[in-house]
């Protein structure tokens, strides 16, 4: 019997075109919107990041899981700014021990936005190999530095697991927020005055057509 890693292929694609639809959303069932292929899609075109994804699939070509990553030069980008990696760095060792330019370019290992980050997956085993081939791009690619940033408790755990000596920090908590609303007109009634305001000019404006939004 073939094992796990011999019944997988695991593969790097440069864009999720190549994905389908139906496949990804079928891994990132329940993840958020942020690991969607829709949102994915849009952060490609940041032009200072070099997507790649790293998939796994089984020996029937099934896709078993899934990791996009992101080679950024250090330059500005439409993307938050908050993922760059030499500022955690610099809050334990303070400005002068963190050189910015010694370590870009980065290879950030999953989503880049949302401040949610984790392998798509049905299996332990197909995360784990997502993982692992992802940090190895970061050698073949040139880059000076790997982070995965913002991982989910899940997340977290199976980087530890899969990768040797990396080292973990404690950056931000994850959140959750009650909805005590019964609807939308009774959020907007809960916001102060000025805010509730500003929803209504911004409604009327997309009611009378003078603004659009688009992806």
């Given at each position: 019997?073939?094992?796990?890693?011999?019944?997988?292929?695991?593969?790097?694609?440069?864009?999720?075109?190549?994905?389908?639809?139906?496949?990804?959303?079928?891994?990132?069932a329940?993840?958020?919107?942020?690991?969607?292929?829709?949102?994915?899609?849009?952060?490609?075109?940041?032009?200072?990041?070099?997507?790649?994804?790293?998939?796994?699939?089984?020996?029937?070509?099934?896709?078993?899981?899934?990791m996009?990553?992101?080679?950024?030069?250090?330059?500005?980008?439409?993307?938050?700014?908050?993922?760059?990696?030499?500022?955690?760095?610099?809050?334990?060792?303070?400005?002068?021990?963190?050189?910015?330019?010694?370590?870009?370019?980065?290879?950030?290992?999953?989503?880049r936005?949302?401040?949610?980050?984790e392998?798509?997956?049905?299996?332990?085993?197909?995360?784990?190999?997502?993982?692992?081939?992802?940090?190895?791009?970061?050698?073949?690619?040139?880059?000076?530095?790997?982070?995965?940033?913002?991982?989910?408790?899940?997340?977290?755990?199976?980087?530890?697991?899969?990768?040797?000596?990396?080292?973990?920090?404690?950056?931000?908590?994850?959140?959750?927020?009650?909805?005590?609303?019964?609807?939308?007109?009774?959020?907007?009634?809960?916001?102060?005055?000025?805010?509730?305001?500003?929803?209504?000019?911004?409604?009327?404006?997309?009611?009378?057509?003078?603004?659009?939004?688009?992806?």
């Amino acid at each position: 019997m073939p094992t796990m890693a011999e019944a997988q292929r695991v593969e790097t694609v440069g864009s999720l075109v190549a994905v389908g639809v139906p496949e990804w959303e079928r891994l990132a069932a329940g993840r958020g919107l942020y690991l969607s292929h829709e949102w994915l899609q849009t952060i490609e075109r940041d032009r200072a990041l070099q997507p790649q994804y790293t998939l796994a699939r089984g020996s029937d070509g099934v896709l078993e899981a899934a990791m996009p990553s992101y080679l950024w030069d250090g330059a500005g980008g439409w993307t938050t700014s908050t993922y760059d990696v030499t500022w955690p760095v610099s809050k334990l060792l303070g400005d002068a021990g963190v050189q910015r330019d010694e370590w870009f370019p980065t290879l950030l290992v999953g989503g880049r936005t949302g401040y949610v980050n984790e392998p798509v997956g049905l299996s332990p085993g197909g995360s784990s190999a997502v993982i692992a081939r992802s940090f190895e791009l970061a050698g073949e690619l040139g880059a000076r530095s790997a982070a995965a940033m913002y991982l989910t408790r899940r997340g977290a755990d199976e980087v530890v697991e899969t990768i040797d000596g990396i080292v973990t920090l404690l950056w931000g908590v994850g959140t959750a927020m009650d909805v005590e609303w019964d609807g939308f007109e009774g959020y907007v009634a809960s916001l102060n005055a000025h805010r509730r305001t500003t929803v209504k000019r911004d409604l009327a404006r997309f009611a009378a057509g003078e603004a659009v939004v688009t992806v």
